[in-house]
């Protein structure tokens, strides 16, 4: 287990998938994430065991998010891992919506950007975020994060095209501000 200020991080187990079936049934948890459509539990073990394939391939690092009491509220991780040039991409969703807007998020980042850092080595950790998640953008820059550019309309979602954001987070800049 890996604990932060606010959250502990620690390996996704099969008994969590229900979990992640009731909150992305949820338009609003899934609204800035990759998913447009609710999963079944059956499509989340199948994600679950291509999960552990990644994990052993060391592509990718995904750890369940508890508070402090051990309620599991999301999931954080670093995705298509790039040993070589020492980068990932960070995701990130906090499922339970009673657990949004008070900091766990950005703790969960944090600790996992310790863990990439620290532990890992990586250089630099980049993410993609909608334009128009302010939620997020703003997560986002209190772990760190600044803004590199803009995908013009990358992403398809209600009806239109929408900009999404390229943030990313340097090693060093993440030890300047610890």
Known sequence: MIVGEKVRLRPIERDDLPRYVEWFADPEVRRYLALYLPFSLAQEERWFENLLERLERREDVVLAIETAEGVHIG?????????RNRNAELGIAIGER??????????????LLGLAFREMNL????????ADNARGIRCYEKAGFRREGVLREAVFKEGAYHDQYIMSILQSEFEANE
């Not at 009673?98 to 600790?111: E, K």
């Not at 250089?123 to 909608?130: E, G, K």
């Open 98 to 111: 009673s657990y949004w807007n008070q900091g766990y998020g950005t703790d969960a980042i944090r600790t």
């Open 123 to 130: 250089h630099r950790v980049f993410l993609r975020v909608d």
């Open 75 to 83: 999931n954080v991780g670093l995705h298509r891992i790039d040993w």
